[in-house]
Nanobody
Framework: QVQPVESGGGLVQPGGSLRLSCAASGVIFRIYNMGWYRQAPGKQRELVAT???????NYADSVKGRFTISRDNAKNTMYLQMNSLKSEDSAVYYC??????????????WGQGTQVTVSS
């Protein structure tokens, strides 16, 4: 079973930026529609951005205009560039598969995630 590895999180001040990475091995990465998910304490996991196998992107309204999802199929890696971060973006961020029409569809095992904390 596939378990992606997320990295790049950390502590950042409001208004700051972070770039998350998601690496997956042992799969034909390029054929999968992928997504970034996040889960804050006491809240349900939510889908924040998706990128299709053809690199079409979609975003939750809460992050639109601030986050950019991208992928490098040659490296089996997906990224999430997060700018203008807000305290409400604080969460553990995970990557997994998703649907092309912005719905959760986690076919792989969940990784450890990467913690993003936005605080002054």
């Amino acid at each position: 079973q596939v378990q992606p590895v997320e990295s790049g999180g950390g502590l950042v001040q409001p208004g700051g930026s972070l770039r998350l990475s998601c690496a997956a091995s042992g799969v034909i990465f390029r054929i999968y529609n992928m997504g970034w998910y996040r889960q804050a304490p006491g809240k349900q996991r939510e889908l924040v951005a998706t990128i299709t196998s053809g690199s079409s992107t979609n975003y939750a309204d809460s992050v639109k205009g601030r986050f950019t999802i991208s992928r490098d199929n040659a490296k089996n890696t997906m990224y999430l560039q997060m700018n203008s971060l807000k305290s409400e973006d604080s969460a553990v961020y995970y990557c997994n598969t998703a649907t092309a029409d912005f719905r959760e569809a986690a076919w792989w095992d969940w990784g450890q995630g990467t913690q993003v904390t936005v605080s002054s």
